[in-house]
């Protein structure tokens, strides 16, 4: 691996782990120091924004990097995607002021959420200098670009809490001032990248190819978009902002379980396309290596979830001042089954994806989507957070279930095995934790030495004596 190489890795590592520590830390903040309603209508809001957002960038994005990496112009690249970003944010942020006019109720209720939802654009609008950075592979720039305002907002918030004035109104500068702070900051950067000023710019021409290039991803972003948060959104209005602060603490808690997931996909992507671009490559050491990157995923993806679950009501009550314990145990361990198959699942999109099957994923997604929607839609009604956490894990299950019986590749055929074993372990485990009479930390304790003891034992120590033995064989 070249030093250019490392150095991308470096940079994208430091913005996730930055971006993870920060985002999870502003989270836990806010779960202690503000009440349930205020953070349901915070969390909401920002699944509100989050969803527009999306949309409104047509699926530019990706399209942007790739023109910027093939060396075509900052002014019909950048500069377009800017002009676009400008307006979708102004004529909705002016919708928006105007919607608020004719129905002061509903913003009465939901009172945070133009303040963030105009935060969001101001991101938006810097997501189109952080693609210049991306096109251009100049990875410490776009890391920087994209870890302020994490950085910023967890320093406000704290600030806050030592003045004792986290209030409504408060939370609401917070939002918009970090985001004027995230902009100002990736526009200085995209200049310091450049040399000259990035500004604005409009060739209708160049707007329609840059729109017809990008139809297709307008689906998938649609579908990412369903599923995202509309859970989060659909509780908000079927339920109460309680039940959001609720599901959106363990869907976070849920979210950050996924670390693993995002350190080892990167890693599976060029194996996998390796093999399918080379006929021959299934009968080298590349599948064995694979074999034994999936194997270890199976340990991976169960341990954190085995953990939480074990301490949750503890640690989680001393976290959040007795708040979000014993109320959001069950969403968490619903959400926890839909691990292991997300594991799965992106392992399988990993092959669809280095195929060029989009259309596969497509259908998936979709089905996957209005499973999501119409189950939260009958459930929250009934069950509130533990509905919307159901349909989220039926909706998981439709997705794991349709890639493991369309993908086929004859060199890469998925093993369950692993995942299955792995899966009786911790259920053991898990029922000798709540039978064993100790203080919680203790249980914990007991249970990942035992969970790192059969990992040596049953994995570990296997793999090397498989290596061993390969290298006797070759002398």
């Given at each position: 691996m070249n030093i250019n190489h490392l150095k991308?890795?470096?940079?994208?590592?430091?913005?996730?782990?930055?971006?993870?520590?920060?985002?999870?830390?502003?989270?836990?903040?806010?779960?202690?120091?503000?009440?349930?309603?205020?953070?349901?209508?915070?969390?909401?809001?920002?699944?509100?924004?989050?969803?527009?957002?999306?949309?409104?960038?047509f699926g530019f994005d990706h399209v942007i990097v790739r023109r910027i990496s093939a060396g075509m112009s900052i002014a019909s690249t950048t500069g377009i995607y800017l002009t676009h970003a400008l307006v979708m944010g102004v004529l909705s942020v002016v919708i928006l002021l105007v919607s608020r006019v004719y129905f002061p109720s509903f913003f009465q209720i939901h009172f945070l959420l133009i303040a963030v939802f105009i935060s969001f654009i101001c991101t938006y609008i810097a997501s189109c200098f952080k693609q210049l950075a991306n096109g251009k592979e100049r990875f410490w720039h776009l890391a920087f670009m994209g870890v302020i305002a994490n950085v910023v907002r967890v320093m406000g918030l704290f600030f806050l809490i030592q003045i004792h004035a986290v209030t409504i109104n408060n939370i609401a500068f917070l939002y918009v001032g970090v985001a004027v702070i995230e902009v100002l900051f990736a526009f200085f950067s995209a200049a310091h990248l450049t040399g000259h000023w990035v500004l604005p710019s409009f060739n209708w021409n160049a707007y329609k190819s840059l729109v017809q290039e990008s139809l297709p991803q307008l689906g998938v972003i649609f579908l990412e978009s369903s599923l995202a948060r509309v859970d989060w959104i659909l509780l908000g209005f079927i339920s109460t902002s309680v039940f959001v602060a609720d599901y959106s603490f363990a869907y976070k808690a849920f979210e950050s379980s996924r670390i693993p997931l995002l350190i080892i996909a990167p890693v599976l992507l060029p194996k996998v396309s390796r093999i399918l671009a080379k006929s021959h490559a299934y009968e080298t050491s590349v599948v064995k290596e694979l074999n034994m990157l999936w194997q270890l995923e199976s340990w991976l993806a169960m341990l954190i979830p085995l953990i939480l679950n074990i301490c949750w009501v503890d640690v989680v009550n001393i976290m959040t001042?007795?708040?979000?314990?014993?109320?959001?145990?069950?969403?968490?361990?619903?959400?926890?089954?839909?691990?292991?198959?997300?594991?799965?699942?992106?392992?399988?999109?990993?092959?669809?994806?280095?195929?060029g099957n989009i259309k596969l994923t497509l259908k998936i997604s979709a089905l996957a989507s209005v499973v999501n929607i119409v189950l939260n839609i009958i459930l929250i009604k009934y069950y509130n957070a533990i509905g919307a956490a159901i349909a989220y894990l039926a909706s998981t299950t439709v997705q794991f279930v349709c890639y493991y019986a369309?993908?086929?590749?004859?060199?890469?055929?998925?093993?369950?095995?692993?995942?299955?074993?792995?899966?009786?372990?911790?259920?053991?485990?898990?029922?000798?934790?709540?039978?064993?009479?100790?203080?919680?930390?203790?249980k914990v304790i007991i249970v990942s030495l035992l969970y790192i003891s059969l990992f040596y034992f049953l994995f570990y120590k296997q793999q090397m004596k498989k290596a061993l033995s390969i290298s006797q064989d070759g002398l």
């Open positions: 991308s890795l470096s940079a994208s590592g430091f913005q996730i782990i930055v971006n993870q520590l920060f985002g999870l830390g502003f989270f836990m903040l806010a779960a202690y120091y503000i009440d349930k309603q205020l953070f349901g209508e915070l969390n909401l809001s920002i699944a509100l924004s989050t969803t527009f957002t999306l949309l409104a960038t001042q007795n708040k979000y314990g014993e109320s959001t145990k069950g969403i968490y361990a619903i959400l926890s089954f839909c691990l292991p198959m997300a594991y799965i699942t992106n392992f399988l999109w990993t092959i669809v994806f280095a195929k369309w993908v086929k590749e004859p060199h890469l055929q998925l093993r369950l095995m692993p995942y299955l074993k792995t899966l009786l372990i911790v259920t053991l485990l898990y029922v000798l934790a709540r039978w064993l009479p100790v203080f919680w930390l203790w």
